[in-house]
C-alpha cells in the first residue's frame, strides 16, 4: 500500500511517498479502507520536533531519537472497513467508520487496523469523509472539557482558544448544552465563531479578557 512515511524530523519535505506492507489485522481489529485523514497540529509538532528545552530529551525518548519511531504519523481517519477479525462483532465489511488513530498514529497511509473497543464509531450517513475525519480529536477533547464544566442551561461561558480544533467543537457543544457562549480568539476568527453559535467573540489582541471576567473559563490551546 502508499503511505505517508516521515524520514526524519524537519519540514514538510521530509515526508515522502512510499511503499509499505499493507496491515493485516488480529482477531480484534478491522482494517479499514482510510479515504481522508487530517493534518493536525499534533503531527506537525511531531514531524518538526520543535519542543522546548525541558521536555526534548522526554520527547526523543518517547517519539524517537534520529527521527520518529512510528513512520506513518496522522491521528484522524474515515473509511470503509474492508476486513474484521474473527472476533469483531460490532462491525462488518462495507460499514463507513471514523476514528482516532491515538498514540499508534499510522493515519496518513491507505489501510489502517484499529481495534473494535478503540476509538471507532460508524459515520453518520449525512457527514462526508472528509468531515468525519475532522471530528475525532477536536471533538473528543472539545466533550471531555465540557462534561468537566458541567454546564447548565442558562450559565455563561468564556471559551479561549475558540477558533482552535477543540475551541471550534466546544463552542458548538457548548451551546447544544444551553450555555451562553463567548468565545476568544484572534480578529480573524471572529466571525466564523459567530457562525457556529458564539453569542459573544473578544479579539484577545485587542481586549484584556482575563479582566473582569466572571463567566466559567474554558481555556484551550489547540
Not at 479515504?35 to 522526554?58: H, N
Not at 496522522?74 to 460499514?95: M, P, T, Y
Request: with cysteine.
Amino acid at each position: 500500500m502508499k503511505a505517508i512515511v516521515c524520514t526524519k524530523y524537519g519540514p514538510p519535505d521530509v515526508l515522502q511517498l512510499r511503499e509499505v506492507e499493507k496491515p493485516a489485522p488480529k482477531d480484534n481489529e478491522a482494517l479499514i479502507r482510510i479515504y481522508a485523514t487530517t493534518v493536525t497540529a499534533g503531527d506537525c509538532e511531531i514531524r518538526k520536533f520543535k519542543m522546548p528545552i525541558w521536555l526534548w530529551l522526554l520527547a526523543r525518548i518517547g517519539f524517537g531519537f534520529r527521527g520518529p519511531r512510528i513512520k506513518i504519523l496522522g491521528q484522524e481517519l474515515a473509511g470503509e472497513i474492508e476486513v474484521v477479525g474473527k472476533n469483531v462483532k460490532s462491525f462488518r465489511k462495507g460499514d463507513q467508520v471514523f476514528a482516532a488513530a491515538g498514540f499508534g498514529l499510522g493515519a496518513y497511509a491507505e489501510y489502517k487496523c484499529l481495534p473494535e473497543d478503540g476509538v471507532l464509531a460508524t459515520k453518520p450517513s449525512n457527514m462526508t469523509y472528509e468531515e468525519a475525519a475532522a471530528v475525532p480529536v477536536g471533538g473528543l477533547e472539545a466533550l471531555h472539557f465540557i462534561k468537566k464544566a458541567n454546564l447548565q442551561i442558562g450559565q455563561k461561558i468564556l471559551i479561549n482558544g475558540a477558533g482552535g480544533s477543540i475551541g471550534t467543537f466546544a463552542v458548538q457543544l457548548a451551546k447544544y448544552f444551553g450555555a451562553e457562549v463567548t468565545g476568544v480568539d484572534s480578529m480573524e476568527k471572529l466571525d466564523m465563531l459567530r457562525s457556529i453559535g458564539a453569542d459573544q467573540v473578544i479579539d484577545y489582541t485587542k481586549e484584556d479578557f482575563p479582566k473582569g471576567v466572571r463567566l466559567m473559563t474554558l481555556f484551550l490551546t489547540s
